[in-house]
């Protein structure tokens, strides 16, 4: 069973940078398309970004592009988020999973543990 385990989440002041990491165990990511998800409080999760299993492709969200690099260490099987030009309304919860191309659902069932990133005015 794939395990996902998130860190690198904080709270900074807007305009800010973080950078996000995904660890993932019991599958190898370069066999997936993988992908970042958010979920704000009151909202649905909802997809950020995603990378290809060949790393050649990525596809972020309207509001993530310009300011989010998704990208990913096949050594460390790890999947990593460069979030820069932080807003509050980037304040949210992040997942990563496994990602369907084109739809950008997630299609592993089970979560991690998630990392809350706040971003203040």
């Known amino acids: 069973q794939v395990q996902l385990v998130e860190s690198g989440g904080g709270s900074m002041q807007a305009g800010g940078s973080l950078r996000l990491s995904c660890a993932v165990s019991?599958?190898?990511?370069?066999?997936?398309?993988m992908g970042w998800f958010r979920q704000s409080p009151g909202k649905e999760r909802e997809f950020v970004a995603a990378?290809?299993?060949?790393?050649?492709?990525?596809e972020y969200v309207d509001s993530a592009k310009g300011r989010f690099d998704i990208s990913r260490d096949i050594s460390k099987n790890t999947v990593f988020l460069q979030m820069n030009d932080l807003g509050p309304d980037d304040t949210a919860v992040y997942y990563c999973?496994?990602?369907?191309?084109?739809?950008?659902?997630?299609?592993?069932?089970?979560w991690g543990q998630g990392t809350q990133v706040t971003v203040f005015s």
């Open positions: 019991g599958g190898n990511i370069g066999d997936y398309d």
């Open positions: 990378i290809s299993w060949s790393a050649n492709f990525r």
């Open positions: 999973n496994r990602v369907r191309w084109g739809a950008w659902e997630a299609l592993f069932r089970s």
